[in-house]
């Protein structure tokens, strides 16, 4: 073992928002494994959910998770009054905890729409609320709270979703899509979304994990545009992440 320092020259080219998300994703696997935070987060799930056997949960899960439980926070919102675009404004946070705070402002009528960016768990479930990050951590918890061993994937485009292991194998799971897409669909985004992935990793509580072949059909242009655009190192990430 060697310290490291994330300002080391050799990693000075990682920026900071990737030590940023590498911390987030680390404390949200920590959540994950905390019993007492996973026991809170069972009690949200409605009981006609609770008595179905495993095999039988994941479609109502979903539907009660995304129709019923959240809701979804437009990057772009409006003012409910006036119907015009909200003014943005954004200020840092200071902690994964809580990573930033959007505060939209009408430029009509003054009225203001706060949204706390959370990296806790039960604070996202109270405001439930959110867009794919916190849907996916919160989901993930809710997985790993009915027993579904969890993890959270993020894509570093513009989205993140959930992996349970079932069967010896990860599969896919997005609470944002609907069922069944969201549901082992693993080649959906670049399918629909035209997705040029370079790295889609997986985070557990001690490890990182490079997952990008999982999603796409074309790893081999996936691996040019890595060689052609960039001297990130899986390696690499996988050493920052174990310091963190
Ligand atoms: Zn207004």
Redesign the pocket.
């Known amino acids: 073992m060697f310290n490291l320092s994330t300002n080391d020259q050799h990693y000075a080219r990682y920026p900071s928002v990737l030590i940023d998300t590498f911390t987030l994703y680390k404390q949200i696997s920590r959540q994950y494994a905390d019993q007492n935070i996973l026991n809170s987060i069972r009690q949200l799930v409605p009981d006609k959910i609770l008595k179905l056997n495993s095999d039988a949960l994941l479609k109502p899960l979903f539907q009660w998770f995304k129709n019923d439980f959240m809701s979804w926070m437009p990057k772009d919102p409006k003012?409910r009054?006036?119907n015009?675009p909200l003014d943005i404004q954004l200020i840092n946070g200071n902690s994964w905890k809580l990573r930033k705070t959007e505060v939209h402002t009408?430029g009509?009528?003054g009225?203001k729409l706060i949204f706390p960016r959370y990296g806790e768990i039960l604070r996202i479930a109270k405001i439930r609320t959110g867009r794919c990050s916190e849907w996916s951590i919160l989901f993930g918890g809710i997985l790993n709270a009915l027993s579904f061993q969890t993890r959270i994937i993020h894509d570093y485009l513009d989205h993140c979703w959930n992996e349970s292991m079932m069967d010896s194998n990860w599969l896919h799971l997005d609470s944002t899509l609907d069922y069944p897409i969201s549901f082992n669909h693993p080649h959906f985004y670049e399918q629909n979304w035209g997705k040029m992935y370079e790295y889609v990793l997986a985070f557990s509580a001690n490890s990182l994990e490079d997952v990008t072949q999982t999603y796409t059909e074309h790893w081999d242009i996936v691996q040019k545009r890595r060689r052609r655009k960039d001297k990130k190192n899986i390696e690499d990430f996988k050493t920052i992440y174990s310091t963190l």
């Open positions: 003012c009054i006036c015009i009408c009509i009528c009225s």
